[in-house]
């Protein structure tokens, strides 16, 4: 039993990342900084094998800073070199190619064959839906070469691109685990937008989000929708959102189902403060 989104693009693009890997010096996987864990496909691990790997914290700018830096050491601390980046306006963005570029040399051929053969080293970037993959890329590259979007799915198929004279990149399509098995690991993907939006309803996840911000003290959005400190139950969050934004339906009802598209979307664009669900 589990929760599942794996289209066949998904499917597609493992085979092809696989056979891809012989040419990869180094992976740099992409997760969400507000949620570290959920959004980390530990089934890619078995495909990249032994790869030299950075790891890079995106959208650290919705994430909350102090909880950042604490990843951040807890991945250094199991050896991978991580990096907080903010794909919008590039903070983080050439430290991570630099940790890449180094990691690429350390597991270089003593040698020094590859660099023979090849002009460039070779990194795939990888990351389930929506993390910034293709946001990372144009960003390394310094134009917009790979196609970008605010929903999940929207790299199709592979596609190498040139950063400088050391470096191509190799952007992917997201690629989520065949079945995710922890319902709060699938609540964390929906609500940051790393699902397609026809794997969950609107009005439970947003009733889920609310209960997680509670329950991690992050309560930045009672102010803004104007929720009373002594309403506890997510229900009723949702019916003083509907009544604080005007969603009301015919015969005086409070519109929940639009208030939790409210809620849902301004999660995700960071209005309710910066949040991180997950602590290491
Ligand atoms: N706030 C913020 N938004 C970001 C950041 N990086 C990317 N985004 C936004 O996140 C959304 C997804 O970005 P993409 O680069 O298309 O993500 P992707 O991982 O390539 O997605 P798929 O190709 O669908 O797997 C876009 O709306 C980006 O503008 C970041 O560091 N901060
Ligand atoms: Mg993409």
């Not at 496909?41 to 700018?61: H, Y």
Request: net charge positive.
């Amino acid at each position: 039993m589990g929760f599942s989104w794996y289209p066949g693009h998904m499917a597609r693009a493992v085979d092809q990342l696989k056979q891809s890997m012989k040419l990869i010096d180094v992976v740099i996987e992409i997760l969400d900084a507000r949620a570290p864990r959920s959004t980390r496909n530990i089934e890619l691990s078995e495909i990249t094998g032994g790869k030299p790997g950075v790891v890079v914290l995106n959208k650290a700018d919705l994430a909350d800073p102090a909880t950042t830096r604490a990843w951040v050491e807890r991945y250094l601390a199991e050896g991978f070199r991580a990096i907080p980046a903010d794909c919008r306006t590039g903070e983080g963005v050439p430290e991570a190619i630099a940790a890449a570029i180094d990691a690429a040399r350390e597991g270089e051929d003593p040698r020094g064959e590859r660099r023979h053969s090849r002009a460039r080293f070779r990194t795939a970037v990888l990351g389930i839906p929506n993390v910034g993959k293709s946001s990372f890329i144009n960003r390394a590259a310094r134009r917009s070469r790979a196609k970008v979007g605010d929903h999940p799915g929207v790299t199709r198929a592979k596609q190498w691109i040139v950063i400088d004279r050391d470096l191509e990149m190799l952007d992917t399509p997201g690629i989520m685990p065949p079945r995710v098995r922890d319902h709060r690991v699938w609540t964390a993907l929906a609500a940051l937008g790393c699902l397609d939006a026809s794997t969950y309803e609107v009005e439970p996840l947003a009733t889920a989000l609310v209960a997680r911000l509670d329950g991690m003290g992050l309560s930045d959005y009672r102010g803004r929708y104007r929720v009373p400190e002594e309403c506890s139950d997510p229900h009723e969050v949702l019916e003083h959102v509907a009544r604080s934004r005007g969603c009301m339906r015919t015969g005086g009802k409070f519109d929940t189902a639009r208030a939790a598209e409210i809620v849902v979307r301004d999660f995700r664009l960071g209005r309710l403060g910066r949040a991180t669900l997950e602590s290491p």
